[in-house]
């Protein structure tokens, strides 16, 4: 049984970090972009390996999504494809949706969503504290389904011409501002000794952009994407990064933002592992990740120990585990879900 108490055992900083390094920003969405890299210190002890975080639940929205979301509106701004007023649709899981309302808000466009249950309570209401519209959708049924997420936000575009779909799963502006912003902050912030990165996929959008850039600084970088193994089964991500035989067919079904190019494999771990590990992590580290930012830390932390010394692991942490205290790191929601062993383990008073 690990030690799960609130205790004394890690130091606390002698003091405020120097105030001359306190960034100034002229405008909120100036805030996009620049996150910090924190070093992992206490789980992976005595591991050959150093394990970095990039905290990208330091942007403006609270995701790595404002980067996607800022660039795919300015882009089409720029090249005539979202025309002035036109409301921005799209599907998600909610993060690129904020990104998109951070963005419309500045230059006049509202926005639209199409979610799934998988939305948290916590993103919902930022959503719509920003003026969005929430449109229900569905994730788990194919693509001909009326109540798919991607065919509502297509009819949203075609049965009305004052909607623009932005389509992030296809969109080269959306690998486009990891190639711009994530690839060069991390190069830069590691003084360029980067040997691993890892991001979770949906898009493909972070793991390959950011990967694409880092490599040509330094074709040795290791690019790992990271999928938790149920979704994995469900996409058959695996068969078409290791492009098994029929590979192609199953693309066809699948976003178009992954740089097969790029990525070197494909790393996965089950949900409920990586839930348990969300909360260790932020009993050991003081940080706070939201379930996909975990995964890959997780993998991040089991390749440390694997590689040579002086290899520097750079994990992407996607949004903030405060996104998901009403469901992954809530005692209640994890005892309705078959989860409450980890509950008993971190929670047992609840
Ligand atoms: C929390 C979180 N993690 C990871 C991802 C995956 O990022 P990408 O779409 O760039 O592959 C997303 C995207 O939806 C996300 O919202």
Do not use: C
């Not at 004394?8 to 306190?22: G, I, N, Y």
């Not at 309302?101 to 199409?114: D, F, K, M, N």
């Not at 992030?168 to 711009?180: K, L, M």
């Not at 959008?205 to 074709?219: A, D, E, I, M």
């Amino acid at each position: 049984m690990p030690d799960t108490s609130i205790g004394s055992r890690w130091e606390l900083p002698r003091s405020f970090p120097d105030p001359s390094l306190a960034p100034v920003a002229d405008d909120a969405l100036e805030l996009i972009g620049n996150t910090p890299l924190v070093r992992i210190n206490r789980l992976a002890p005595g591991a050959p390996g150093t394990v970095y975080v990039k905290l990208d639940q330091f942007n403006l929205g609270g995701s790595s999504k404002d980067r996607i979301g800022i660039n795919i509106i300015r882009t089409a701004i720029a090249d005539g494809s979202l025309l002035p007023g036109q409301r921005v649709v799209d599907f998600g899981a909610g993060n690129t949706a904020i990104g998109y309302a951070l963005a419309g808000l500045a230059t006049g466009h509202p926005v639209t969503i199409v979610a799934s249950d998988t939305l948290s309570p916590e993103k919902a209401s930022y959503l719509r504290f920003l003026g969005v519209d929430i449109v229900p959708g569905r994730n788990d049924v194919p693509g001909d389904h009326p109540e798919n997420w991607a065919a509502i936000a297509e009819r949203y575009e075609n049965e009305d011409p004052r909607n623009w779909w932005a389509r992030q799963q296809s969109v080269p502006s959306n690998p486009a501002s990891h190639i711009e912003s994530t690839g060069p902050e991390i190069w830069e912030q590691t003084r360029g000794n980067v040997t691993h990165w890892l991001a979770a996929v949906a898009t493909g959008g972070s793991v390959s952009g950011t990967g694409r850039y880092l490599k040509q600084r330094n074709p040795d970088i290791e690019v790992i994407a990271t999928n938790f193994e149920e979704a994995a089964a469900k996409t058959n991500l695996r068969a078409i990064f290791e492009r098994r035989p029929g590979w192609q067919e199953l693309e066809r079904d699948f976003p178009l933002n992954y740089d097969l190019d790029v990525l070197d494999r494909v790393e996965t771990r089950p949900k409920a592992e990586i839930i348990d590990y969300g909360w260790h992590v932020a009993r050991t580290e003081g940080l706070t990740l939201g379930p996909s930012s975990v995964l890959s830390l997780k993998i991040a932390v089991d390749l440390a120990f694997q590689v040579d010394a002086g290899s520097v692991i750079v994990a992407y942490s996607a949004d903030s585990g405060r996104d998901y205290l009403s469901r992954e790191y809530n005692a209640d929601w994890l005892r309705a879900n078959d989860l409450g062993h980890i509950a008993d383990k971190y929670a047992p008073e609840v």
